[in-house]
């Protein structure tokens, strides 16, 4: 059974830093597109970044590009978001989710994915 497991959540001011990490059991994890995706209440969820599988090309939002780093740790079945330069509208829960098959054409795309965690809660203050 795959599980996916977030964790690094927390309150911060704007400006301060934040790594999310992702835990992923159950399967064989370097061969998976791995991702982060958010959301914020009220609002959809939104795609944040992916690291593809075997290659590890990272894909980013706009909106975060320059600011978050996306990671996949030394044993592959972990992932980071290094996440910088927080601003308050980066506030709002954080996923990660995995697929051994999705391409970079629908991975930004949040009802493609099977598997997901339960979220981390950012907050950001002003």
């Known amino acids: 059974q795959v599980q996916l497991v977030e964790s690094g959540g927390g309150l911060v001011q704007a400006g301060g830093s934040l790594r999310l990490s992702c835990a992923a059991s159950?399967?064989?994890?370097?061969?998976?597109?791995m991702v982060w995706f958010r959301q914020a209440p009220g609002k959809e969820r939104e795609f944040v970044a992916a690291?593809?599988?075997?290659?590890?090309?990272?894909y980013y939002a706009d909106s975060v590009k320059g600011r978050f780093t996306i990671s996949r740790g030394n044993a592959k079945n972990t992932m980071f978001l290094q996440m910088n330069n927080l601003k308050p509208e980066d506030t709002a829960v954080y996923y990660c989710?995995?697929?051994?098959?999705?391409?970079?054409?629908?991975?930004?795309?949040?009802?493609?994915?099977?598997?997901w965690g339960q979220g981390t809660q950012v907050t950001v203050s002003s």
């Open positions: 989710a995995a697929d051994p098959t999705i391409t970079t054409v629908s991975m930004r795309i949040h009802a493609r994915y099977d598997y």
């Open positions: 690291i593809t599988r075997n290659s590890g090309n990272s």
């Open positions: 159950g399967r064989t994890f370097s061969s998976y597109t």
